[in-house]
């Protein structure tokens, strides 16, 4: 099956034909009006369309492939040079709506066009911040989104391959994800769509939002990334809880700046937290968080919470699912004999890997760890989380 990615190319980006019949909404979605989707943002750049959404107030988030200069056969200096974001639109060609430049155009290093499934996700730094709306959080908890979970997807992309007349209108499609293994992709890195009821993404919508209520708040999940050619069998997101690493390198005021910012971002589970800014008695966690480490970890033994049941690491909010004989749970690493290294109620166990993991105190053995399912010692899991700590502190 061929796959492709989602960005509609220069001679597809032009004005509308002579008024006719109204082209159907986006693979089976509606229309929408000015103001339902305010941080959700069509995007001009390098002779093409795409989709994004505002991260914070400087930066917008959109697939990595947008940006990519081996896709668009330009230099990057040159993509960020044709950058035009829109806000307050629905329609680019007949209201542009506020329009912003930008200053940088940033695709992950590791994104390959040639290998889709992982890594498809980008940054545009603009040129003039946006401060008069509230940036839609982006989820950082594997576990908070499952296989199965609702979702709303928004972009400005064609309502079908063969109406390219159809793209600059913003439109909205509500779908359910699936497990990707049907088209032998990665759970962990992606978020799949059936798109076979005539329901999904076309060319057009890359980089643009999936939208989940997540503990009763709306968060964004994934960032429209590929599908087959014909936009009629299945669509895949690149999971934003998946690349967490490029985008704390990149923004790290997602996970650490002013104590609002930084609490905001231990709500929603960023894992590590930075260590210079973190929950303590003046700055608590809300509810259904307990602090630890002055890091908001999800309350011990509730769902995705470390002693919870677990399947796989994608089940935790730490990424990590640990097994002891038949039993699985959510674990966090440790170091074993070291004061205070685990929550109340649990001991620091040895693992197989010659880390440690926070066991619930009343059973015994040690265990072996899984990230995101995959089997892996918790000392490598520890080196890496060290590694993004530095990292962060690094770009300030």
């Not at 008024?19 to 989707?37: D, M, N, R, S, Y």
């Not at 700055?283 to 002055?294: I, L």
């Amino acid at each position: 099956m061929r796959i492709r990615g989602l960005v509609v190319a220069s001679a597809l980006f032009a004005a509308p034909a002579a008024a006719g019949p109204a082209a159907a909404p986006i693979v089976g979605g509606t229309t929408t009006t000015v103001g339902q989707f305010p941080t959700t943002v069509g995007i001009e750049l390098g002779g093409g369309l795409c989709t994004g959404t505002l991260l914070t107030p400087d930066w917008v988030l959109t697939a990595a492939h947008c940006v990519d200069p081996a896709v668009l056969g330009q230099s990057q200096s040159q993509i960020t040079a044709s950058v035009r974001v829109h806000f307050d639109t629905v329609n680019l060609f007949s209201s542009p709506g506020m329009v912003v430049r930008a200053t940088e155009t940033i695709k992950h290093p590791s994104f390959n066009v040639n290998a889709l499934g992982t890594h498809d996700i980008g940054l545009i730094h603009l040129a003039t911040p946006v401060t008069d709306r509230a940036p839609v959080p982006i989820n950082l908890v594997p576990g908070k989104a499952p296989v199965g979970i609702p979702v709303t997807m928004v972009g400005f992309g064609v309502t079908s391959r063969s109406a390219p007349n159809s793209a600059g209108v913003e439109r909205v499609v509500d779908q359910m994800s699936v497990s990707c293994g049907s088209v032998g992709m990665s759970d962990t890195n992606l978020l799949c769509f059936s798109q076979v009821s005539g329901r999904g993404k076309c060319e057009g919508d890359s980089g643009g939002p999936s939208f989940a209520m997540i503990d009763g708040k709306q968060f964004q999940i994934g960032v429209t990334s590929f599908g087959d050619q014909n936009c009629a069998q299945f669509g895949a997101d690149t999971r934003t809880d998946a690349e967490t690493a490029f985008l704390f390198e990149h923004v790290p005021e997602l996970a650490c700046g002013a104590d609002a910012t930084c609490n905001a971002a231990c709500g929603q589970g960023a894992l590590p937290a930075d260590p210079d800014c973190g929950c303590d008695a003046d700055h608590p966690c809300p509810d259904g968080n307990t602090c630890f480490h002055e890091q908001c970890i999800v309350d011990p033994f509730a769902p995705s919470g470390v002693g919870s049941e677990c399947v796989d690491g994608n089940s935790c909010q730490s990424g990590n699912c640990a097994s002891v004989g038949g039993e699985q749970l959510c674990v966090i690493d440790c170091t074993p004999g070291a004061e205070g290294a685990c929550p109340d109620g649990f001991t620091c166990r040895d693992t197989s890997g010659g880390g440690g993991a926070c066991w619930p105190a009343d059973d015994g053995g040690c265990c072996s760890t899984g990230q995101g399912g995959a089997t892996t010692s918790f000392l490598g899991i520890a080196a890496v989380a060290l590694g993004l700590r530095r990292r962060r502190r690094a770009t300030r």
